[in-house]
């Protein structure tokens, strides 16, 4: 399977949006300042500085996935357990807005970004198996174990030590 690339490409797609999601809030934030605008008697300054702190915080998480798709692509090994979540999460939220975005903009919307959650997926299952990363010791095809039952290949084979005895009255 071609997972360096897959990795690869999430990597850049999820790079390229880091900073679209900033923009699109500093967008929303000049609309709010603008307008001043306000939820429920909220301060429309607080408004404004939640709008760019949610853009901003928003733009770092997704370029923090980003690095973690590069690194599993540059070292074709699976991301850490850390690595791992914040990937599932950011999937997870793609997924959600996916959703969202139907109502509000359209399928096209819908479709890019379930092309996202797709390639963070397709880069967390492509890097699944520990035994699929290079280095892991695997048995050799066919080996057998104790009592001549086969090992599968993706265990390392076990040592060869003593028979086991055969049970007494046997």
């Not at 109502?103 to 699944?128: C, D, E, Q, S």
């Not at 198996?129 to 001549?148: F, I, L, N, S, Y």
Request: aromatic share 4%; with cysteine; net charge neutral.
């Amino acid at each position: 399977m071609a997972r360096r690339p897959i990795a690869l490409v999430t990597a850049a797609v999820l790079l390229a949006e880091a900073p679209g999601i900033v923009l699109l809030n500093a967008v929303m934030a000049r609309f709010v300042e603008a307008q001043s605008m306000s939820l429920d008697g909220l301060d429309p300054d607080a408004m404004v500085t939640g709008t760019w702190a949610l853009g901003i915080g928003s733009g770092v998480a997704l370029a923090a996935c980003a690095l973690v798709a590069l690194l599993a692509g540059a070292r074709d090994r699976r991301p850490g357990r850390f690595g791992r979540g914040l990937l599932t999460g950011c999937a997870i939220v793609h997924a959600l807005l996916g959703a969202v975005a139907v109502g509000l903009i359209g399928w096209g919307a819908f479709a890019l970004l379930m092309l996202v959650v797709g390639l963070i997926v397709l880069t967390l299952v492509a890097y699944g198996k520990e035994a699929d990363v290079p280095g892991t010791p695997q048995a050799p095809a066919g080996a057998r174990g104790p009592g001549g039952v086969a090992v599968p290949a993706s265990r390392p084979a076990p040592e060869p030590g003593p028979e086991p005895a055969a049970p007494a009255g046997a």
